[in-house]
């Protein structure tokens, strides 16, 4: 008889059970003999079945790696992010609609909370902003945006005596305030800031979207392309497991604070494969648009032997769902028409033999090419948004056996003994 969990659903099989231990099903009946485990009998069957709860539980205790059926490859066990079948859920709600109907604040309190707060607006304690600001105000002029972020957290947490309280409340306080303190710590694109108190500015000038806008470019905002921006920064929060978030969920399990988390986050953007794909589309955008097509663009990307950037996502077999949500967003932007058209004739010439679509990153570069952005416009945005999602996993992996991530090495070098080096 073939096995089955129970219809209760908190039972599962022998099969079930190895899967989430990380472990071979001999190894689960090791455990049961040693009395680790327990587990019941299937009626009328030869299989057997055990308790999800304290399945989990013998995971944490012997900080076992969980592993994915289908490839073999590592896997934690989280319940804030799920992708399927093309789509992605927020803790099981439909992001691409959380992000088009609240504002970034608002979808970041559901990320971490489960709980929808309207109208949550984040503040900037004085101390922290003055401190980052000061510190970014002291690099180089030629610093990327990634530079001064990770400046600025840093600053941040040292203005922070609490940083190193990880209980849950002081955390999310910690990140209510180091969010605007980022923003508040990036120079005015052009050297002037708008107010965001402006009476003329836009009706939702109170959110976060609206205190970055003035970071990004020294043109005015319209509800439009604030309402691009603003959803822009929520679809991105989090996205699964991707290397920065990894990054961040490692150094939570060494019970880093909150701050070094972001951090690691951050350390991993620096690199050029996560989080800079929109200044690759970015400029591949412009160039488009100055050369009125994207055929010789095209061209000139395939004949260097480089990926046409901002098509493809591995994650998703159809389109990724968060650039059709942006793109409908900026149809709306009366400047954005040209940079749209650019990037529509993109997956046109690409896609003529193969069926390709417009990833994130595109969308992205089509708001920041419209909005008179610089190429690193969508890093920024990028990271901004992901620090919540970075905090989120922080606050789930607190749940979580400490320091339950640590993989074995797989040693290739010379067998031992070896004589000593000589000179």
């Known amino acids: 008889m073939t096995e089955r969990a129970e219809a209760d659903g908190q039972r599962l099989t022998t099969r079930e059970t190895a899967e989430r231990l990380g472990v071979k099903p001999e190894t689960v009946y090791a455990y049961v003999s040693r009395g680790q485990l327990s587990s019941s009998r ?68 559901w990320l971490w909370t489960g709980e929808l707060r309207p109208g949550v607006r ?5 101390q922290a902003m003055a401190a980052a600001r000061q510190a970014v105000g002291a690099l180089p ?34 990140a ?15 050297g002037r800031e708008h107010d965001a108190r402006d009476p ?37 929060i989090d996205h699964d497991l991707a290397a920065s978030t990894l990054a ?9 604070h909150p701050y070094a988390v972001v951090s690691a986050g951050l350390g991993v ?34 004949r260097a032997g480089r990926r046409v950037p901002g098509l493809g996502h591995r994650l998703y077999t159809g389109e990724d769902p968060r650039a059709r949500t942006l793109f409908g967003l900026l149809e709306r932007v009366p400047q954005a028409g040209p940079a749209l058209a650019a990037a529509q004739n993109v997956v046109a010439t690409t896609a003529r033999d193969v069926p390709l679509h417009a990833n994130v990153d595109l969308a992205l570069a089509v708001l920041s090419v419209a909005s008179g952005m610089p190429a690193e416009a969508g890093e920024t945005v990028f ?17 979580e056996r400490p320091l339950r991530m640590r993989p074995s090495g797989h040693y290739t070098g010379p067998r031992p003994p070896q004589p000593l080096p000589s000179p």
């Open 200 to 236: 003329a500015g836009p009706a939702t000038s109170s959110g976060l979207a609206a205190q970055l806008w003035p970071k990004l470019t020294a043109r005015r905002p319209d509800e439009p392309s604030l309402a691009a921006l603003n959803t822009a920064l929520a679809l991105l």
């Open 248 to 256: 961040a969920r490692v150094a939570a399990s060494a019970r880093a």
């Open 122 to 126: 984040f503040t900037a304690p004085e």
């Open 383 to 399: 990271a901004i948004s992901r620090t919540a999602g970075w905090i989120a996993h922080a606050l789930e992996e607190y749940e």
């Open 269 to 302: 953007l620096e690199g050029p494969l996560h989080g800079a794909a929109s200044g690759l589309a970015h400029r591949m955008l412009a160039e488009v648009l100055e050369r009125g097509g994207a055929a010789p663009v095209v061209a000139d990307h395939l």
């Open 176 to 190: 209510r305030s180091l969010i605007p303190t980022l923003v508040a710590a990036l120079p005015a694109a052009g």
């Open 42 to 109: 299937i009626p009328g069957g030869r299989g057997s079945t055990f308790d999800a709860a304290e399945v989990d539980a013998l995971a944490r205790r012997t900080g076992r790696r969980e592993t994915a059926p289908a490839t073999g490859e590592p896997a934690v066990r989280t319940g804030i992010t799920l992708i399927a079948d093309n789509r992605y859920y927020f803790r099981g709600v439909d992001a691409t609609e959380l992000a088009a109907r609240y504002a970034y604040e608002e979808v970041a309190e």
């Open 141 to 174: 002029v030629h610093c990327g945006p990634t530079d001064r972020l990770r400046v600025a957290v840093v600053a941040a947490a040292a203005a922070d005596p609490l940083r190193f309280d990880l209980s849950r409340e002081t955390a999310l306080g910690g």
